[in-house]
């Protein structure tokens, strides 16, 4: 499926983004008026081969729950139990994320690979019919392992391990999509997931560990030098290799990073945009983009994380957030609000009449 998936991954096409230039120089608006909107519009049409691409709706969710031996190290003060705790709220609709999908008219899939408390709740086979506006969550059991093995001891997960929740976050995005998604947006869920977050950042990315370590869910001074020395020792132990994006994340990664993965390479594969949402998404975009560099010309960057590793990622691949809010919640939450505008830059090429057509006089 793996290879099956990243064969299919190929440039944005030139054609289609030429016209959409063109329609832009065309609108009833000054030139290059609509900022990074336009170029978004742009890249879009590329993605989609064609000019105007379609609206990015309906949107479907993808919530990706894992846990981490790391977490042993005291690198957060939160309990692990936590994450399996969420995701009864996330099917109970009581999260924010779920507030925010309402508002949206989104969908929302939790995918258990590889949360470590069995969950006592019952999954659904497939996704509803049309992808979007649920009223219930969905649950899709897909455990690999009960948590990652700790990562400053031994490798997190074995290659086949990593590769198999790439090819859950694969199998996940062409269900949503097969059941009418326009658009997906990453998800995730797991105490102490933000920092595999960071030694993924400084190993595809070149940083130094304190650079891409942030405080997470806020930790103090101690518990943040103590994280920052967690990332640095993963590096030293294993010397992760960033052309070989299986092993790194095999030896640093999470179960859910590379299930996101996974999400973004499917997503590109059916020329489909992607909206990341903080720095675990940006972190597991980074493999992505290592496995099949085109992939990047589906993502969408959706909000600037306060998380200092999702700015370092970002910047190297070359994407702007469309919004920063000073958010650091995940779960899909700062994907969620820059929904409207990604919509709203496609929705222009459609809607927005050209001079011609409306009678107006150019300059």
């Known amino acids: 499926m ?40 742009v890249r879009l049409a590329g993605l989609a081969g064609t000019c105007p691409p379609p609206l990015p709706e309906p949107a479907a969710v993808a919530i990706f729950a894992g846990d981490h031996g790391v977490h042993a190290q005291g690198v957060t003060p939160w309990p692990q139990e936590v994450t399996a705790q969420m995701i009864g709220n996330f099917l109970a609709g009581g999260a924010v994320v779920n507030a925010f999908a309402r508002q949206a008219g989104a969908s929302v899939t939790v995918v258990d690979v590889g949360v470590a408390t069995p969950l006592p709740f019952t999954p659904d086979p497939a996704p509803a019919a049309g992808a979007a ?34 090819e859950t976050g694969i199998r996940i995005a062409g269900e949503l999509l097969d059941a009418g998604a326009g658009v997906l947006l990453t998800g995730d869920m797991g105490i102490a997931n933000t920092t595999p977050s960071a030694a993924l950042v400084a190993v595809f990315t070149g940083v130094d560990p304190a650079e891409a370590t942030g405080r997470g869910t806020g930790v103090d001074d101690d518990t943040y030098q103590r994280k920052i020395g967690m990332v640095r020792a993963a590096l030293d132990r294993h010397r992760p290799d960033p052309a070989d994006p299986l092993g790194v994340l095999a030896a640093v990664g999470g179960l859910e990073h590379a299930a996101l993965a996974g999400l973004i390479l499917g997503s590109a594969a059916r020329r489909v945009p992607v909206l990341l949402d903080g720095v675990i998404a940006a972190s597991a975009a980074l493999v992505a983009a290592a496995l099949a560099p085109d992939a990047v010309g589906a993502m969408v960057a959706g909000h600037r994380s306060a998380e200092p590793g999702a700015t370092v990622a970002l910047r190297h691949l070359g994407l702007d957030p469309l919004v920063d809010l000073g958010l650091r919640l995940g779960e899909g939450t700062g994907a969620l609000l820059a929904l409207p505008v990604v919509t709203g830059a496609v929705r222009v090429l459609h809607e927005v009449a050209t001079f011609d057509a409306a009678g107006v006089s150019e300059k």
């Open 2 to 41: 793996l290879e099956t998936t990243l064969a299919a991954i190929g440039p944005l096409d030139g054609t289609a983004m030429a016209a959409a230039r063109d329609l832009q120089g065309r609108l009833t608006k000054p030139a290059g008026s609509l900022g990074a909107l336009e170029d978004l519009s």
């Open 133 to 166: 506006g649920a009223v219930v969550p969905r649950l899709v059991e897909a455990n690999v392992r009960r948590g990652t093995r700790d990562m400053t001891v031994t490798a997190a997960l074995t290659r086949d391990e990593a590769r198999t929740a790439v």
